[in-house]
């Protein structure tokens, strides 16, 4: 089973920018859909965003117009470009794939001044 380890999280300003990575220990090209989840404090984990295999990226509502999704599959390595952070983006961030629940550590981004 493939593995994820995700980093690039820390702490930032409203209305700052942090990029997060997701480096899997294997192959992600077979994987068809690429996802990141949230999870805030004391708050169920929730779906962020989708990379599939062909370019089509969804976003949840939250997020959309503020974060990117990327995947480079050559890398094994996927990647969310997150601008504009607000205090409510606040939480642990995760990838997987889509639909599954084979999770890493996260990596925690809180967005305070």
């Known amino acids: 089973q493939v593995q994820f380890v995700e980093s690039g999280g820390g702490l930032v300003q409203p209305g700052g920018s942090l990029r997060l990575s997701c480096a899997a220990s294997?192959?992600?090209?077979?994987?068809?859909?690429m996802a990141w989840y949230r999870q805030a404090p004391g708050q169920q984990r929730e779906w962020v965003a989708t990379?599939?295999?062909?370019?089509?990226?969804t976003y949840a509502a939250a997020v959309k117009g503020r974060f990117t999704i990327s995947r480079d599959n050559a890398k094994n390595t996927v990647y969310l470009q997150m601008n504009s952070l607000k205090p409510e983006d606040t939480a642990v961030y995760y990838c997987?794939?889509?639909?599954?629940?084979?999770w890493g550590q996260g990596t925690q981004v809180t967005v305070s001044s």
């Open positions: 294997g192959s992600i090209s077979r994987i068809y859909a």
């Open positions: 997987t794939e889509r639909g599954s629940d084979n």
């Open positions: 990379s599939s295999n062909g370019g089509m990226t």
